[in-house]
């Protein structure tokens, strides 16, 4: 009768219910039978037993950018044994469904700090599709590993109907057959099944290449009636925009929010980056929830994305996405493929004026804290230095300034000084705080970039672990259940999507994890090669006692931190399309 049983686990289905001790059978990729009684089949092939452990549905992961990875890798494997079974592509107004390979390098590469060339093989190696219904079938034919959704960036449809060049230049205005072909892409995109446009208009997201390079992303040049026209097709259509205001421009944050409301129309979902509690502006933190609030109870459908762990990143010299919110920074990221002159500017006195104006300049929004008393050595050829910060550092060379004591390393050992600092979310009782808020999403992984700035792979196991341990002490501020329904379910529902639900009928993405095994391995930093990328060292996670078994389509692609013969060499995972509603 079944293909797989999974006996005596406590079984969370998804919707925030209670937990009850339950009995599954899988069968043809779907739950076939919840049972309180176990099930009698004594000629079920795979038998898995879950006592005291939890049986929940596979978790999504709503910003991830995969799209390079998922041509080379489809596996996914670093998501998938962490018990993520959905991820969503496309984020940011990145995709690679109409650039070529050229464009798509220039647009990921230094926003995502994936390196160029591989972005550009990657696209040109498996590129055979030249419209969002020819994407969503050439990844069906991948041996996926997770299930796959997407978003259509936004970015991608203006560079490919305006060209790189036009598309990020501010005189230029698209006319009206040039809009009109924008609005057809985004709207075939919804046809093929697309869960909606993700745009950008972050200033201090760059490109890279030679041509138009240090230029922000073509998205943030789209005038006001363009951005209207592409979200009435959303909101005629219930699919969702996933935005990125300007933290700069209060202006952009609040345009881009606003864009839920409906008045007399269709609101619009709208799921915009990031609420977290930045350490830079710690009173922000009171904003996020109640501008959802606000917007909500007048008819909107907004939602934050939020990270619910601390935002700790790791940088190999100057080389961090956050240098570029200031212009002594970008100015260095701007040489990155230039060494010498690189060295030859950070070595410049006027250039250090420049930058310690910048760094001593506290007040206004930003992202980084610019503390560097607040960022530690980790890996050094001085060994004299690690487990230092760069302030202490200059205090101990005599009081040099903290930017003067980080630049001269940098000079000296460019990339082989790896150093360590939290952004945000480093305040326990704040991240349970924004993880309860209903107009808060949890995810925000970043999956599949930054590959050696940060690792949040294993996000939804951290956050469980939150949830249990805040239980015990007494201090609960939410039940399991309802975490669990937010990391799957809830997300599922929002987006339209056959996921995150462990019914009858539902798909068999399933979890099984060991409760008692959410401990501080979950916090072990580790590095892995990824082979795509010519072996180049990630960030990861690595709990491999947590999670006891992880199914795709009701096939076990992991086991015991084991990947499965299936995982990679036969597509478990599906394209997943979004729900039509008109």
């Known amino acids: 009768m079944y293909d797989t049983i999974i006996a005596n686990g406590r079984w969370f289905d998804g919707t925030g219910a209670p937990s009850a001790i339950r009995h599954l059978g899988i069968r043809d990729g779907r739950i076939a039978n919840v049972s309180a009684h176990p099930i009698d089949d004594p000629d079920c092939p795979n038998v898995v037993d879950a006592t005291g452990k939890w049986v929940i549905p596979g978790i999504i992961d709503i910003h991830t950018h995969y799209d390079v990875e998922v041509l080379q890798n489809p596996a996914l494997p670093e998501s998938v044994r962490h018990g993520v079974t959905t991820v969503l592509l496309g984020s940011c107004s990145l995709s690679t469904v109409h650039v070529g390979a050229s ?70 205005r698209p006319d009206a057959a040039e809009l009109a072909a924008m609005e057809a892409k985004l709207a075939e995109a919804l046809d093929a099944g697309f869960v909606g446009m993700s745009s950008q208009q972050l200033m201090f997201d760059k490109l890279d290449g030679e041509v138009c390079r240090s230029r922000t992303l073509p998205s943030t040049y789209a005038t006001t009636r363009e951005r209207r026209r592409l979200n009435a097709i959303l909101r005629r259509r219930g699919r969702a925009l996933q935005g990125g205001p300007d933290v700069a421009r209060p202006h952009s944050l609040v345009t881009m929010a606003a864009s839920s409301l409906g008045l007399f129309r269709k609101p619009l979902k709208v799921s915009l980056l990031s609420a977290a509690d930045i350490k830079a502006i710690p009173g922000v933190v009171h904003v996020f929830p109640l501008i959802a609030r606000v917007l909500n109870a007048l008819g909107g459908d907004f939602r934050w994305q ?129 993880a309860a808020d209903p107009g808060v999403q949890l995810g925000f992984s970043d999956a599949g970039a930054h590959l050696r700035n940060m690792a949040f792979y294993n996000y939804g196991l951290r956050f469980l672990r939150r ?26 529902d929002w987006y339209g999507l056959d996921a995150g639900h462990l019914r009858v009928g539902d798909r068999a993405d399933v979890v099984v994890l060991d409760p008692a095994r959410l401990d501080d391995a979950l916090d072990g930093y580790h590095e892995s090669p990824v082979a795509p990328f010519d072996n180049l060292s990630r960030m990861v996670n690595r709990n491999d006692q947590t999670v006891s078994a992880v199914f795709v389509g009701g096939v076990p692609v992991f086991r015991e931190g084991t990947p499965d013969r299936a995982l990679g060499t036969r597509r478990t995972g599906q394209f997943l399309r979004a729900a039509t509603t008109r």
């Open 306 to 434: 939020h990270l619910p762990v601390p935002f700790e990143v790791y940088a190999d010299g100057i080389d961090l996405v956050v240098f570029e919110e200031f212009g002594s920074g970008a100015e260095a990221l701007h040489l990155a493929d230039q060494v010498d002159k690189r060295r030859e500017l950070l070595r410049d006195e006027q250039y250090r004026r420049r930058f310690r104006k910048d760094y001593d300049k506290k007040y206004g929004p930003r992202v980084w804290h610019r503390d560097l008393f607040d960022a530690v050595i980790v890996e050094c050829p001085d060994s004299t230095v690690i487990g230092k910060s760069f302030g202490e550092v200059g205090v101990e060379r005599g009081g040099v300034h903290p930017v003067d004591a980080f630049l001269d390393l940098v000079v000296e050992y460019g990339g082989k000084v790896r150093w360590r600092t939290t952004i945000s979310n480093h305040r326990p009782e704040v991240l349970d705080r924004l």
């Open 467 to 492: 949830v249990r341990d805040a239980a015990e002490a007494g201090r609960p501020f939410l039940s399991v259940e309802r975490a669990v329904h937010r990391l799957t379910g809830e997300l599922a």
């Open 103 to 172: 464009d798509a390098g220039d647009l990921f590469a230094r926003v995502e700090a994936i390196p160029r060339k591989h972005v550009v093989k990657a696209v040109d190696e498996h590129k055979t599709w030249n419209s969002a219904h020819e994407y969503a079938a050439a990844l069906e034919r991948l041996p996926l590993g997770p299930n796959v959704a997407a978003f259509i960036g936004h970015s991608d449809i203006r560079a490919a109907e305006l060209g790189l060049q036009r598309a990020t230049s501010k005189d230029v």
